[in-house]
């Protein structure tokens, strides 16, 4: 069983440009959900999605970012005109039902120069 | 004042220790509590999952929610160096805001051989 796969691993960008990060879930998990992780910090909730919806989006910085779950395919978290600042850890993460624990990807580590 | 507040650590303990990781919390709301572990650059993993107040037993694992406390609590016995890893903390309301997690800063637990 593959678990929740993201990619890519490692990405630079400079400032200004758009970065695309990608998740694909557990296979059956309906729920996705992303976070951040900025150094020597916890994890921050940004949105939670269920397929072509978003359920949650309390934590999404209300300018330059934006996700999507579509009917087929993964999960991106777009952030148009990166800034320093969005250098972070990004990590997705699914579940079969709302309630309870997720399963996580490795993570997407942004860089941004 | 955060809604999760975890012991900052970090903890360094001999192998075979008794190690006791806490989280407090504020809302009320919350019914479902986590416990992750995480490796440096690694994504984090579910370790316990509890629902309510109680305990829950895994192998050398045992977590406790005391709601009127507002208090959680992570037991490892005979802990390993393999144990060495930040431990998270997390909590969702089920229903209510169905779907968020909200973290602990997490507590960094070294076990020296």
């Known amino acids: 069983n593959a678990g929740v796969m993201q990619n890519p691993r490692h990405l630079v960008r400079r400032r200004g440009q758009e970065a695309r990060l990608r998740c694909s879930p557990v296979?059956?998990?309906?729920?996705v959900y992303w976070y951040r992780q900025l150094p020597e910090e916890g994890l921050k909730f940004m949105v939670y999605l269920q397929k072509e919806n978003i359920i949650d989006e309390s934590g999404m910085p209300k300018e330059r970012f934006s996700a999507e779950f579509p009917k087929e395919g993964p999960s991106i978290l777009r952030i148009q005109q990166v800034v320093r600042g969005d250098s972070a850890a990004y990590f997705c993460?699914?579940?079969?039902?709302?309630?309870?624990?997720?399963?996580f990807g490795s993570g997407t580590r942004l860089t941004v120069v | 004042q955060k809604e999760v507040e975890q012991d900052p650590g970090p903890l360094s303990v001999p192998e075979g220790a008794i190690v006791s990781l806490n989280c407090t919390y504020s809302n009320s709301a919350f019914q479902y509590f986590m416990w992750y572990r995480q490796y440096s650059r690694k994504g984090p993993e579910l370790l316990m999952y509890t629902y309510s107040s109680g305990n829950k037993e895994d192998g050398r694992f045992t977590a406790q929610v005391d709601k009127s406390s507002k208090y959680i609590s992570l037991f490892i016995r005979d802990s390993q160096p393999s144990d060495s890893a930040t431990y998270l903390c997390?909590?969702?309301?089920?229903?209510?805001?169905?779907?968020?997690?909200?973290f602990g800063d997490g507590t960094t637990l070294t076990v020296k051989p």
């Open positions: 993460a699914s579940s079969p039902k709302q309630s309870g624990g997720y399963t």
């Open positions: 997390a909590m969702s309301a089920g229903n209510t805001n169905a779907g968020k997690s909200t």
């Open positions: 296979k059956g998990h309906s729920h």
